[in-house]
Every structure is written in structure tokens, then in C-alpha cells.
């Protein structure tokens, strides 16, 4: 079992001792590589319950490989002890700890803990996992419950938006370091070698040593989040008069939302993302006289639907319209053109990624829209050619459909891309307004 009573001395930089000593309900350690936050989650953890007598703790990882490779291991190495046949360490006191991975987690519905950790947040997909263990922590054994978090920055995420861009109350506690930050208890050689990183891996030393937010080294994801950030920071201005485009994507399923968005072209291959809104629950009729009613403030030329289920109704009502024509959008379908892509839902997908990289594209500052952007991967069949990951698919692995996403990638699709025109500000009764070629690109100014 070890000597779990023993005495040792450890030196802490200030954001672990902030970390290990918080009592607030949610703390969260984001840090980069060699920051000690897996041994400060456990230590935090053991301390509690040497503390408060019969405490009940909970650990957990997304992958079962991770839990017992990694988690468990550090738990013997640090502390000499080992768990049971069921993944527990109990002690002396009544209190005891239970390591369990994200496959396992489900069957936790009716426990009731004082305290729980959970390593390597950034691998979970979103929230739905912290929400649900958020719920067990309910025990009554010291005068505070806590659910301790640690992980390392990976762009616009879940972490990112409840502890960093908008948590909801004091409780969410954020405590950040970089390596370098830790450097007094890690080896030299080391700390040299992450400073070249800086040049031969630029990406990985911001995110994973500087412990950056506008990064993520995610290979198979479409968009990345440094991207994202900066084309949310543009600032285009609309014109008094210009052209709009429309994508609209109808919920497939009674959770899924239907999503409309709205682009506005400011300048020659440049466009404005000016409208975004979902509704959930609606049926066809509804949604056919939401998105006219809109069309009356942004009258969209063009307007993409995914011709699937009620989405192919929503297309037939639509298409009696002749204010704007209508596209019908099935993912599966040969793109239009010459493409290098196998289907028209990865040519609109890389196309939306091409426009934002290329600052031709400024999107909302909607943290949810950029967590949904971060979700699209891709991958390959043998071949060179990218094939997008399918919403059952994400489904599957518990990550929610991207409707925002969609909506937006169909509305780019079908942009029509002749010369801009913008009309003359001033305008004479009875004349018809002359049109001037607006033939430099717009002006970009930060926010």
C-alpha cells in the first residue's frame, strides 16, 4: 500500500499552491507540458481525503488507456499506492477513491460524492460529462464539495468558454502557468529544448508551452482556432445597399435545432456574417414563414437548404417564392464544377475554411459557432482525397450536430461571386441610384 502518512517536502510555483489550496466549487488548472498538474489534481485529491473522514472522490479520463496508463500509474508512483479490483484506494479513515473513465461514467447516476477530479479535460468533447458528474456532487462529508478540473489549452473549447471567455459565478476558478513558469523544478536541458521549439514548432510551443488559447494541434480538424479568432476580430463594414446570402438547416432529430444564417458581401471576395439564430421544435410551416419574415430585413438572393427530410419540405414551400432562389443541399451529392473533394458537404466545408484562413470571411464573435468549427474533422479512405466526419458519425461519439456550421458552410456555397457593386449613398426621389465598381478589397481594422 506505502506509507500514504509520510512527510515530504515539496516546492510549489505559485499557480500550483493556488490550485492545490482553492476551496472554490470549480477550480480549473490549465497549463502546458511540465506544469505538475496531473500530480497537483491527485494531491489535491488526497488531501481531501485524509481530511474529512469518509469522503467519497471520483477521478476520471476520458479513455479507459489513458485511466490505467497514465492516471493510475502517476497515482502508484507519487503516493506508493495502489488500487483495488475495482479501481478504488481506500483508507484508513472511510474515505475513499474511485478512478473511472468517461465509457464508465453513466453508471454513476445514483452516487453522491464530495469531491471529484477530472484529468485532461480538453479531451472531452464539450460539457455533457462535467455537467453530469457537476450533478453527484453532493456528499456531505466536509464543510465544502468541490469538482477539480485540469487540462491544457486547446483553443475556443468548452474550457475556454465556461472558465475563461464567461463563467458564470466566482466559483469557476481559473488557474493558468506556462512550462516556463515551472522551470524551477524541471530539468535544464529541457527547458532549452521547449525553447526551440519556438521555431522548428511554432503551433505546439504557443498552445502547449506558452499554454495559448488561440491554438489547438488537433491534425484532422478543419478549421483552426487561430483562424477563428481572427476573423471574429475583423471588422467589415456593410454597405447601405449589397448583396445577401442565405443557408438555412433544418433539425433532423427532436434535440437538434434548425439554424439560419445570413452573409452580407462587402467588398470583391469579401463577406460580412450579419444574422444567426436557431429555433428548436419548429415544424415546416414555421420555418417557412420565419425565414420569409426575415427576408423582409435581409432580402438574401440566395438561399441553400439541406434537401433531407424535413428539410427537403421546408425547400418545396420555399421554392413558390420569387424574391430569391432556393438550393437544395444534399451532403452526399458530386459538388459542383471541377472539385477536389468527393461531395459537396467537404467542398463547402473547405471552401467556408479557405475564406475564413484568407480573411475573406469575418464571422460572429459566438463562442458556440467557434466550438462547433473546432468539432468538424476529417479523414481519409487509402486515397489523398478528405472526406468530412458524418453528423451520425459525430453522433456517435457523443458530439452535438453542427447546425451553425452547416447553415454557414451551405450559405457560403451558393455566394454568388460577380463584381461588387455598392449603390451611391445619396439618393434623389424619382432617380434611379447609379452603382460605382467597388474594386479594392474592403479595409480590415482590428477591434
Same mark, same amino acid.
Given at each position: !500500500? ?51 473522514? +469518509? ?32 479501481? #478504488?484506494?481506500?483508507?484508513?479513515? +472511510? ?18 460524492? %464530495? ?26 462529508? +466536509? ?26 459565478? %466566482? ?28 521555431? %522548428? ?8 508551452? !506558452? ?29 447601405? !445597399? ?34 444567426? #439564430? ?40 420555399? #421554392? ?7 438550393? +437544395? ?82 450559405? !457560403? ?35
Amino acid at each position: !500500500m506505502g506509507d500514504i502518512n509520510k512527510t515530504v517536502e515539496i516546492k510549489l510555483i505559485p499557480a500550483q499552491a493556488k490550485f492545490i489550496t482553492s476551496e472554490k466549487r470549480f477550480p480549473h488548472f490549465i497549463g502546458g507540458i511540465g506544469t505538475g498538474k496531473t500530480y497537483c489534481l491527485l494531491l489535491k485529491c488526497v488531501r481531501f481525503c485524509q481530511q474529512y473522514p +469518509g469522503a467519497v472522490a471520483l477521478i476520471v479520463r476520458k479513455t479507459f488507456t489513458d485511466m490505467h496508463d497514465s492516471t493510475l500509474a502517476d497515482f502508484t508512483k507519487y503516493f506508493g499506492l495502489t488500487t483495488d479490483v475495482h479501481k #478504488e484506494v481506500k483508507f484508513e479513515n +472511510g474515505s475513499r477513491i474511485m478512478f473511472r473513465h468517461g465509457a464508465e461514467i453513466e453508471v454513476l447516476k445514483n452516487i453522491n460524492c %464530495d469531491w471529484i477530479g477530472m484529468e485532461q479535460s480538453e479531451e472531452f468533447e464539450d460539457e455533457t460529462q462535467f455537467n453530469f458528474l457537476r450533478d453527484r456532487l453532493r456528499g456531505k462529508a +466536509g464543510p465544502y464539495q468541490q469538482f477539480a478540473l485540469i487540462s491544457n489549452s486547446n483553443g475556443r473549447n468548452w474550457c475556454y468558454r465556461m472558465w475563461v471567455n464567461n463563467p458564470s459565478s %466566482d466559483e469557476f476558478e481559473l488557474i493558468t502557468a506556462t512550462t516556463f513558469d515551472n522551470a524551477c523544478n524541471l530539468p535544464a536541458k529541457f527547458i532549452e529544448d521547449q525553447k526551440a521549439r519556438e521555431i %522548428d514548432s511554432p503551433r505546439h510551443y504557443r498552445r502547449m508551452v !506558452m499554454n495559448s488559447f488561440d491554438e489547438d494541434l488537433a491534425d484532422d480538424t478543419v478549421f483552426h482556432s487561430s483562424d477563428l479568432t481572427r476573423s471574429s476580430q475583423l471588422n467589415y463594414s456593410v454597405p447601405n !445597399m449589397c448583396r445577401y446570402a442565405a443557408g438555412l438547416d433544418v433539425a433532423r432529430y427532436g434535440d437538434d435545432k434548425t439554424c439560419l444564417v445570413i452573409l452580407a458581401q462587402v467588398g470583391v471576395k469579401k463577406w460580412r456574417m450579419v444574422f444567426m #439564430e436557431e429555433k428548436i421544435g419548429w415544424s415546416a410551416p414555421q420555418i417557412v414563414g420565419w425565414i420569409k419574415d426575415i427576408h423582409n430585413t435581409f432580402p438574401f438572393e440566395t438561399l441553400a437548404v439541406d434537401d433531407i427530410g424535413v428539410g427537403g419540405g421546408c425547400k418545396d414551400y420555399l #421554392e413558390d417564392s420569387n424574391k430569391f432562389t432556393v438550393y +437544395g443541399f444534399i451532403a452526399n451529392e458530386k459538388p459542383n464544377g471541377q472539385s477536389v473533394y468527393p461531395n459537396k458537404k467537404a467542398d463547402s466545408l473547405f471552401k467556408l475554411e479557405e475564406y475564413i484562413s484568407k480573411d475573406w470571411l469575418q464571422i460572429l464573435p459566438d463562442i458556440y459557432l467557434h466550438e462547433e468549427l473546432m468539432s468538424v474533422r476529417y479523414y481519409y479512405r487509402g486515397e489523398s482525397t478528405k472526406y468530412i466526419v458524418s453528423k451520425d458519425d459525430m453522433r456517435a461519439k457523443g458530439i452535438k450536430s453542427p447546425n451553425k456550421v452547416d447553415a454557414l458552410a451551405m450559405a !457560403m456555397y451558393y455566394c454568388n461571386e460577380e463584381d461588387f457593386f455598392e449603390v451611391d449613398d445619396i439618393i434623389v426621389p424619382g432617380v434611379t441610384p447609379t452603382k460605382k465598381k467597388f474594386q479594392e478589397y474592403a479595409i480590415t481594422t482590428p477591434q
